[in-house]
């Protein structure tokens, strides 16, 4: 507990990327200026983690460790609260409507009735073994009123509410929370990966405008639609680049090591831009012959691979009713946005505009190179939700403690009013009974 209150002493937060391929911890902090400073950067190879579940305890475990190691020593400080990402193909999304009946509909709506609404969401009946992870408001509609962004202040006899939910299984938490203890971490908070990415990548006018974020992770492909500032969409596609790595694997006959430097490499989405195909030679094993394999053939593999993923991102975009909606277009993120000409792919075939999305959009000038690639995505965001998240909550306590002494101050001047009065009534009585004759004496 001594290193949870020196880290809360200096102000630093960190993130938890426990990713398919990868687990990665960023530490840092918000500087003078409103801009996130990273301070500490760790990052190693995942193998407890199957398509963005914790599939293997003590793996994950071992890899987090070494992780947060990297970054303490980076940051020079040890960490212990850590903010968390949860990702995979348990992750679903549904909108449901609050509905508060208010007796006095002349007062004004404050914030408890908004509260209220909301935390009546967490009554619903879900499948045995999910739980909800978000409630995001959507709209509110008073008495006739309907599409409010903000209702505290007005006035109605009835307070609706459209929510988009959030829910994940209960398993797929549990295991999360699990191995961040085991690592001897202390779990601050668990978020779900595509609204941190889409913190440290999207601005807020693209956010207003309408923007479908893509991000492509080792195990699957995260969407999150936004519009007029608003998530109004989350989907999860259960594969992602490590499938990629598969089919070159299984494609040129490598080993899976070999594969993925092959597509990091010299990979490109888009085989027909390719002018120069190089032959590339692949080192034999043990003395065996090397291989050869062309970059267009490579390139071939890929990008049909790449077509089955922007084919089930168009749908989703699609079924949703948003596709017109997206001023913004499309940003795609995560490590396999890496992958050269994937935003010429993605306009050609989808029609919309698309730029490949590092996470600086918040982060302070002097930043680590690597911390600005793509693959870092969800990590900035994590670090940036956790700052976020911790302002509100001392904005809150001190919202909560004025509200306190301004009900105090108007309880004391009821009280005092009250007191006059009964001096006053007191007095007029004495008065009657002393005119009555009732009274002996006045003794006012």
Known sequence: ???????????????????????????????AYGKVEVLGVGKVKSDGVLRGVVANIDKTV????????????????EFHRVYVGIAGQHIKSLHNRGILPRENPELEISEADVRKVIEDMHKLA????????HIIPQEYNVDEEQGIAEPIGMSGSRLEGNFHVITGKVAAYNNIKRSVERAGLEL??????????????????????GVALVDI???????????????????????????ITKDIKEGCTVMEEQAEKLKVKF????????????????PGINGRDSKEISEKNLSRIIQARMEEIRECVLWEIKRTGYDRKLIASMVITGGGARLRQLDVLA??????????????????????????????????????????????????????????GELADEAAKANSGNSL????NKGINKVKDFLDGSSPEMDI
């Open 267 to 282: 990979g490109s989405a888009m085989a027909d831009e390719i002018i120069d195909n190089r032959i590339i030679t692949i």
């Open 126 to 133: 879900l499948p045995p073994g999910d739980k909800i992870l």
């Open 62 to 77: 071992k890899a987090i460790k070494d992780a947060v190691d990297l970054a303490e020593r980076t940051a020079a400080q």
């Open 347 to 404: 306009e050609y075939h989808t029609g919309l505009a698309t730029r490949i999305g590092p996470p600086t959009v918040q982060l302070a000038t002097g930043y680590d190179d690597k911390v600005s690639d793509p693959t870092f995505a969800t990590a900035v965001g994590l670090l940036i939700q956790g700052i976020e998240q911790e302002a509100d909550r001392r904005l809150d306590v001190i919202e909560r403690e004025q509200s306190k």
């Open 1 to 31: 507990m001594a290193y949870h209150n020196k880290q809360k002493e200096s102000g630093l937060f960190v993130a938890l990327d426990i990713g398919t391929t990868k687990v990665c911890v960023i530490a840092g902090r918000r500087n």
């Open 217 to 243: 992770g080792g195990g699957t492909t995260d969407i999150t639609i936004y519009q007029e500032g608003i998530i109004r969409h989350t989907a999860v596609i259960p594969f992602g680049g490590a499938v």
């Open 188 to 209: 601050a908070d668990v978020i779900l990966e595509p609204i941190a990415s889409a913190t440290s990548v999207l601005s807020e006018e693209e956010k207003i405008a």
């Open 421 to 424: 009065t009964r001096m006053f």
